[in-house]
């Protein structure tokens, strides 16, 4: 299926907060309980619609370990929206956003849109951060805010996609140059000719470690 424009995404945070399990809900509509240690980099892409436009987000689910740390960097340069995730039942993992958050402005440029996640808020009998704690973290930096779960899946779409839609104002509004691809943002066929789509363009989460 053509698109309109590529986004590509990061998704950063700690280890066992759950990027993966949000990248899963979001990309397969499922629930994986048990879940291996991301080494490295996943990688996920689903096709959405913004403003009557298809839009392909290309989704790069990192490792939280400090080990993995380097390779984390390298892909924060070629992203247009980052989800900043941390798990509401550890104070450990908020604690640690704003180390996550300077890492992400110094290696990012600097229109990145990020989203702020709180997620497992099914599991409010065990919370430790507050849902105020969240919103009043990401008005002080000028981040979007949201609780999801990625077990129920509440939330975990309006997540992605109000990501999307912020990256697309910023568009409209001309802040990013989208002839620069190392802003994260690609032109898709749909903007030459329809004619011209790619039939191996669809069914993206079968990527698996594929780049483009």
């Given amino acids: 299926m053509a698109y309109a424009y590529l986004f590509k995404y990061i998704i950063i945070g700690d280890t066992g907060v759950g990027k993966s399990c949000l990248l899963l809900q979001f990309t397969d509509k499922r629930f994986q309980p048990v879940h ?43 992203a247009a929206g980052a989800l900043l995730v941390y798990d509401i039942t550890r104070r450990d993992t908020f604690n640690h956003l704003t180390t996550w958050l300077e890492d992400a402005r110094q290696h990012s440029n600097s229109n990145m849109v990020i989203m702020l996640i709180g997620n497992k808020s099914d599991l409010e009998s065990r919370r430790e951060v507050k849902k105020e704690e969240g919103e009043a973290f990401a008005r002080e930096h000028g981040l979007i ?37 190392a802003n994260g943002i690609k032109i898709g066929p749909q903007h030459a000719a329809t004619s011209t789509a790619h039939p191996g363009n669809q069914g993206g989460q079968q990527a698996g470690g594929g780049c483009c």
Avoid: C, H, P
């Avoid at 403003?51 to 390779?71: C, H, V, Y």
């Avoid at 912020?166 to 509004?173: A, F, M, W």
């Fill in 145 to 181: 805010f949201m609780e999801t779960s990625a077990k129920t899946a509440s939330n975990v779409e309006e997540a992605f996609i109000n990501t999307a839609k912020e990256i697309y104002e910023k568009i409209q509004e001309g802040v990013f140059d989208i002839n620069n691809e």
């Fill in 36 to 78: 291996d240690l991301t080494i490295g980099v996943e990688f996920g892409a689903r096709m959405i619609t913004i403003d009557g436009k298809q839009i392909k987000l290309q989704i790069w689910d990192t490792a939280g370990q400090e080990s993995f740390r380097s390779i984390t960097r390298s892909y924060y340069r070629g």
